[in-house]
T-cell receptor, first 119, second 117 residues
Framework: DTGVSQDPRHKITKRGQNVTFRCDPI?????LYWYRQTLGQGPEFLTY????????KSRLLSDRFSAERPKGSFSTLEIQRTEQGDSAMYLC?????????????????FGSGTQLSVL | AQTVTQSQPEMSVQEAETVTLSCTYD???????LFWYKQPPSRQMILVIR??????QNATENRFSVNFQKAAKSFSLKISDSQLGDAAMYFC??????????????FGKGITLSVRP
């Protein structure tokens, strides 16, 4: 399977603990996005990478959140000192962006997400 | 900032019948892209259909079609000949033109579609 994979699928943690999620994009994709989806809501943009560079971060991404994409391949999202409000599904998506031109053909491929529950 | 509104939380349709899911959006941009995504219980978001705002012709993908009303900022999805596998959450999404900036999506809250056999 060459789709976007996320690990773990589920994570239960106690408030105050640190957690880390991993996303493996489709191998030739240069862009990688993180979204957060809470119950009854649509996904909300958190951050995105183009290759290894983190180019934009949402205001939703507090100082307790950090994302990396070393070598422009897989990405990790870490949440420090988790709070109950962090409980959500964290979705990763990847795409292949062809350069500085307007295109609608940049299709996002989503993973199945990591469901985080903070007790 | 752009906003996407899906005011119907749930809808139900009889198998083989047609159903329309509503979506409205707000933007000051003249060019943009609109999408409908499907999220089944497996949680993976799947692109159903997309529409470029500069195109007057409504997009169609097999049993799925849209009614894009740019002046009214309305973007509804019609599913014809509904199948049991169409049961899922459906999200309407907006994206600004990609000109070197990121192509992040702004999603609505979604609508749960159930299909009755």
């Amino acid at each position: 399977d060459t789709g976007v994979s996320q690990d773990p699928r589920h994570k239960i943690t106690k408030r105050g603990q640190n957690v880390t999620f991993r996303c493996d994009p489709i191998s030739e994709h240069n862009r990688l996005y993180w979204y957060r989806q809470t119950l009854g809501q649509g996904p909300e943009f958190l951050t995105y990478f183009q290759n290894e560079a983190q180019l934009e971060k949402s205001r939703l991404l507090s100082d307790r959140f950090s994302a990396e994409r070393p070598k422009g391949s897989f990405s990790t999202l870490e949440i420090q000192r988790t709070e109950q409000g962090d409980s959500a599904m964290y979705l990763c998506a990847s795409s292949s962006w062809g350069g500085d031109k307007i295109t609608v053909e940049e299709k996002l491929f989503f993973g199945s997400g990591t469901q985080l529950s903070v007790l | 900032a752009q906003t996407v509104t899906q005011s119907q939380p749930e809808m139900s349709v009889q198998e083989a019948e047609t159903v329309t899911l509503s979506c409205t959006y707000d933007t000051s941009e003249s060019d943009y892209y609109l999408f409908w995504y499907k999220q089944p219980p497996s949680r993976q978001m799947i692109l159903v259909i997309r529409q470029e705002a500069y195109k007057q012709q409504n997009a169609t993908e097999n049993r799925f079609s849209v009614n894009f009303q740019k002046a009214a900022k309305s973007f509804s999805l019609k599913i014809s000949d509904s199948q049991l596998g169409d049961a899922a959450m459906y999200f309407c999404a907006y994206r600004s033109p990609v000109t070197g900036a990121n192509s992040k999506l702004t999603f609505g809250k979604g609508i749960t579609l159930s299909v009755r056999p």
